[in-house]
Structure formats: C-alpha cells, structure tokens
C-alpha cells in the first residue's frame, strides 16, 4: 500500500482540476491510495504518513503561486529540519496562460517546487515525453495544462487535456509502491 | 531626481539589514531618493511612482519567501496586466545560510524575483564581479550575504560584509538617473 | 551611434532567421549599426567593439546549444576575468519545438545565455509582455519562436512570428544608444 | 547487478576527483558496478547499457560546461527520440570557485545537468542535508566542491571535501538496485 498526497493552489479551478486528474491516475495503482488537499489546509502530517507528495501551482509572475510557497516556508521548512520525508516520492505539475506561446513562466514555477521537494530529500519522477498526453500539456519536468489562449482569453479545458497529468499520477503511485520502506539515504 | 525603492522580507533581521545597505548606497548618488519598505506595506502606489525596484529576499526552502512573493501575485500581477513598470529598473539581493557552502538556494531565489521584475518589463542591473564586496557576498545576479556558517549557526554580520549591497545599490541608482523617462519599450 | 552583435548557433536556420529579425530591428534604430555573427565565428574583439550582445540558441535537451557555450567558456570566460564587457547591454532569444505546448525547454535555455551575460557585468533588457509580437512569440525573457507543432513536426516560420525578435532589437538599439558610454558600474 | 556510469568534463582535474569519488561511493553498495568517463569519450552505449548516470560539471560561465553539453545535444538527443533512457536513475554534481561565496552559479549548473536527465525520463536523485559531507560541499541538488577560495585563488581539495560526493553515489546506487528493470513509465 502506498498513499499519494496532491497539493496545489487554484484561482479558477483550472489547478484543481489538474490535481483531481493526477489523484484518479495514481489511485488507479492497485495499492495506491490518492488524496487531494488545497495548499492551505495541508498539515505536516498530510505529508509525513504520504509516500509520494505532488504539488501543483498555477504560474503566477514566472513562478510558483505564494499560497503554495506559504506551506513550503511555514510547514515544510520544519520537515527539512528533521529530514522528515527524505527518500519520498515527490512530483510537480502546473497550470497557466499560454499567452506567448512559450510555457508563461510554467519552467521556473516547477522548478520552485522541485526545489522544496528536493530540500527535503524526495527522489523525483519526471514527465518522459512518450508519456501519453504529453504533446498536449507536457513539459520534460511535469504536466502543464494551458488556460488562457494567445490572446490571453480563457481556454475551454478538455478531459483530453488532462491525459498527461493522470498519467503522471500513475508514474507516481508505481514508484511509490516500488520504493516502499526501502532505506536509501540511510547513514 | 531618481526614486529607488527597495522592498524586503526579513525573518530575523538580516534581509531588513541589507536592504537598508541598499539604500544607502542608492541614496548616496546625488539626485537620488532611496525608500525602504517590508513587502506586506508595499503598496501598488509605491511601485508606480519608483524609477527602480529592489527585492530582497532569504532563501527559505530552495526560492523566494512567501510574503515576498504574495505582493507579487496579489500587487504586481496588476501592474503587469497594465504593463504600468515597463522600462523602469530591476534589481535583487537575498540572504541565507551558509549551510553546504555552495549557496543554499540563492540563484533560484534570485531567478524567482529576477522573473518578476522581467514579467513588469523592467531593466536589470546585474552584479559585476570586481564590485568592491563581491568576493565576500556576490553572486552575479546580485548580492547574498551568507547568514549562517556551515554547521547552520547563526554567523554575525559584520558591516564590511554589507559591501557589494551597498555597491548594488550604487549602480541601480546610477542607471536610473540615465535612464530617466526614455522610452525603450514605446510602439 | 552604438554597435548591436547578434550571435547564434543555428541547426536548420530558424535561430539564424530569427538572429536576422533581432538585426533588423536594431538596425531599423538611427544611429545602430547591428552585425550577426555565428557562435563559432565569434571573435573576442567582436564583442569588445560591441555596444550590446544578444544571444540566441535554439533550446536542446532543455538547456542552450553546446556550440553557444563553447563560445562562453571558451572566449566570454576571458573577457569576464578582465570585467571587459561590464555595462554593456544584453538580451537573449530562443527558437524551439512546441511539441508538448509548454516552451520545451525554452525558459532554462534563455536562463543559461542571461547567466553568461549577467557574469560580463551586463544590464539585461527583458521582453514587455505588450511588445507587438509577443502575443506569438514571446516569453518575459526574450522571444521564442516554435519551429515545431504538438506532434513534433516543423512548422512554416512566417514572418509575422518574427515580430517580436524585431522588436526586441529595437528595444536593445534604443537603451544602447541611451546608456553610451556611462559609467554604472566604475568605483 | 546495476551499473551506474559517471561522465563528466574537468579542467584541473578536480571534477575528475569528484567523478573518482561518486564511483568509489557507488561501487562500495554491493552488487553496483561503477564506471568513469569523460564526457568527449563517452558513447551511447555506455548510457544505454547503465542503470544510472550520473554527470558532473565544473561550473563555467554560470551554467555546464561545454563538453558535457555537446555530449547531450550530439549523443543524449538522439536517445531521448526513442526515449531509450526511461526510468533510469539521474543524479549531478559540480566543481567551482568559491568566489563571492555563494555557489558561483553551481545551481543553474546543475539544473541544466538535470535538465537533460529528465528530459531522458530518468528518476532524479537528490542530496538531502543531513547526508555526510553536506555541510562540506552540498547543494539540495547534487554535491558541489569549491575549488577555489573567495580571493579566487585555488583551494586544496581535501579528501574529507569528497564525503557528500561519495555519499550520493551510494545513493545512486541503491537506488538502481532497488528500481531494477521495473517499468514505472510503460503504458
């Protein structure tokens, strides 16, 4: 058994929605239990008893949204004091504007959050590119779901867009129930 | 005249420390104006009427403090959608522990600011390496002075190690006196 | 009057194209004169002679291409011992596929040529997000251009995707012109 | 049996130093084979006959060295089109200055290393803090050794620096046990 905690922040529903879609991948692991919790209820023990943690943040000004980095200066820090989740399974996906055609800033906000998760010593899952969905939302790092178009006028979101991060949430579970209990930052 | 506004987060006192470095090297070219303020004060208003804007920021978990980023998602995504800071001058600096010797997280830090400032249309002034202090708290994309030594204990700051803020804040004064209202980013 | 280089590496000519709108731009500015140059051709005395370096690099396995670093390491690494290029202007433009909808890669890249120029000393010049063009081809950073569609075959590049590179080089034009020859960055 | 495969580019020999100890860090998990090579010697057979890679890069210029990155763009680019290296183990390290005591660019460095890793669909493993050595020469993303001192002149490079080094290759090897040839990204 293993269990995947989602985290993420949402303006519109756009990121919820993405976080409901890479929960329903990874609880569809037989022995993969998946829960989704808004960044501001998250509590450190969400993610101490979680054996994967995917955190999700719209791009906002070219990085991570602060609701999400809240958490991460007032709860995670914490955990990395005591080196409480290392040897986890972590991962990351976003949401954005596709204003520019060119990912609006979604690089550097995933890799905010890959720099929490690897603060607190979390083994990574990237998003390979035969990842199916991937052509439609898919940077090499994790998910990300467009919502604005190059106008910067909302985009209908489509289940199919969604593919990659269910996906990703598969790739999670599997790994989470791979590593297990094993041990490889012990000393 | 030239207005350089310089906006912080400080947990301990550090970060307030070295933006108040900053501005007295802005304040200290002639026809220059240097204002200090902590980011939950930092008003839409007091961006608009600045020629140049500095963030400084501590490294907390691998990026940018979270009050730090808040003005950005909740005041300067306004300014964005306006493009109200166009052509102004950009800069930043942070804070953080020694801890590993190699940065703490720093770069990212700087990155998720530098982002910001980029996102407003603003220009930015860099960190020379032959800026006097460099060797003692420089990175290239502006100033860190290291706040704990490499057991994670607290190290003093010494005056001197204020250096390279004070010199940062030099060169963003200088170039906003040149700038003045030129318009680069006119159609 | 002020020089612009604009320096590229190129596989199949889109970042070529691409490095001729950036010096089309510049050079549409009275009193620019703007000279591109391929990476592998570039001098250290070209850039010595130049008032403003623009970078552009199509994105490869996430970061820039190798022949743009060699150029970094091998020449740029000189000129920053001896702080030679400190205050001049720099700015930076991508070409990639959009296979995935996201930037590919595009953000890290432009990231990587900025470090470069921000080491020189250099004051970076962003992309406003209402620069006309930007809308098809633009990330804050600097323009991108994608060369290829959602299933990673190329894409015609017409002229209009260009408009931003132009752009862009008018903006680097215009703050050469205005910087000249003063002194931000001397003690 | 895994193997684990160490490639990396060196100047003065001290990356090589810290290749040699990832290695030895590796090859001591029992039933890890560990191998070395330089980046321009390095085939794609090497890569795709490992279980992990490992690359480590002096930092140049504020991002990877040159060499290690033509070995992505001319050999890695060609395995990602057949996503040849999915659900391998991936881990950094760097060498550089300590020049202005903040990482020296160590960062970016290692995130354009990374970068390739997971475009290649490989499973990142991180440095957490409380890894011996960390305190010597870490960085939350890999191991980074200062080679010179904030005066820039050369550090001697003590074998005590090399801990956190031959730590992650431990790591990296218990990790590629522990993964074997299980199919996390299949679909």
Partial sequence: MAK???VY???????????????????????????????????????????????????????????VKK??????SGL??????????????????????SGGGAE???LSMLANLVELGMIIVPLPKNTPGYELGGLHWGPNIRTMDNTAQPLPLTEESFESARNHGVHVGR???????TAIFDH
């Avoid at 958490?71 to 995670?76: A, G, P, R, S």
């Avoid at 290392?86 to 055609?101: D, H, I, P, R, S």
């Fill in 9 to 67: 922040a949402s303006d519109y529903g756009s990121t919820k929605r993405m976080a409901a879609a890479v929960a329903q991948g990874a609880g569809s692991v037989e022995g993969v239990e998946a829960v989704v919790k808004a960044a501001e209820e998250t509590m450190a023990e969400d993610m101490t008893s979680s054996d994967a943690i995917v955190f999700g943040s719209p791009a906002h000004m070219g990085s991570l949204d602060w609701r």
């Fill in 108 to 110: 550097l906000t995933m």
């Fill in 175 to 181: 790994l989470s129930l791979v590593l297990g209990k």
């Fill in 71 to 76: 958490l991460f200066d007032t709860v995670c």
């Fill in 4 to 6: 995947v905690l989602i």
């Fill in 80 to 101: 990395w004091m005591k080196s409480a989740l290392n040897g986890k399974v972590g991962a990351v996906f976003t949401t954005g504007g596709g204003f520019g055609l």
